[in-house]
């Protein structure tokens, strides 16, 4: 059964809108870890692009569709723009580190309702669609984090997946009992970025095993 959406012009200007201002928001979280690592402009531009449409990328790759920054270059070209204004603006950042993982966390909620629209759009059932929702939102960081060397968060123990997942869920199972798509957005994305946010500040975990592996 196809998710039914409400109104598929407004739909595609919501997720357009959205994709653009996630893209944006993991290009600046992109740079500031580019500006941690000491990179020159080349660097906070691959960082942000990468950071900024990975998830994406992923996701459509997954989905055989085409590739949305291949068909619209309005994405790359919002995380250029960025990368080129956070390599003056990211040295006068107090706290990089900090100021990234609010940008992260923003980012991910972002693009959990934004693969998850675009996965109801193309008729996925709902736990494909919610996981497309996830992969969307933690693929970028993940990229990100292994070309900068640093294990990603998603394989720290850190609630990182299944804010995105949660978040991905709500709008799925929302649209799909007719709720407008603005109330559901609202309702995703704000599950995912509350949750992660508590997270970060409580120092949450998901469960690690305990004992060490034997080889």
């Known amino acids: 059964m196809q998710i039914t959406l409400v109104d598929s012009a407004n739909l595609f200007r ?3 809108f959205f994709d653009i201002l996630a893209a944006v928001v993991f290009a600046v979280s992109g740079a500031l870890v580019a500006s941690r690592k000491g990179m020159d402009v080349m660097g906070f531009m691959w960082f942000a692009v990468i950071t900024g449409v990975g998830g994406g990328t992923v996701r459509d790759l997954i989905l055989n569709v085409p590739v949305f920054w291949v068909q619209n270059p309005a994405h790359v070209s919002a995380c250029l723009v960025t990368a080129v204004v956070m390599h003056f603006v990211a040295p006068l950042v107090e706290s990089r580190y900090k100021t990234h993982l609010w940008f992260d966390a923003f980012g991910l909620a972002l693009f959990c309702i934004t693969g998850a629209l675009k996965a109801a759009e193309f008729g996925l ?3 494909p669609a919610a996981l ?3 992969v969307t939102g ?3 960081g993940m990229i990100r984090d292994v070309l900068a060397g640093r ?3 998603v394989f720290r123990g850190e609630l990182y997946a299944t804010p995105a997942l949660a978040g991905a869920a709500i709008v799925v199972v929302g649209d799909r009992l007719g709720f407008p798509i ?3 957005a609202v309702l995703g994305g704000g599950t995912c970025l509350v949750w992660r946010l508590l997270a970060m500040w409580r120092h949450w975990q ?3 095993p305990t004992g060490s592996a034997s080889v």
């Open 14 to 16: 919501l997720v357009h």
């Open 125 to 127: 059932s709902p736990v």
């Open 132 to 134: 497309m929702g996830m």
């Open 138 to 140: 933690i693929g970028g």
């Open 151 to 153: 294990v990603p968060a």
């Open 182 to 184: 603005g109330v559901v």
């Open 206 to 208: 998901a469960p690690m």
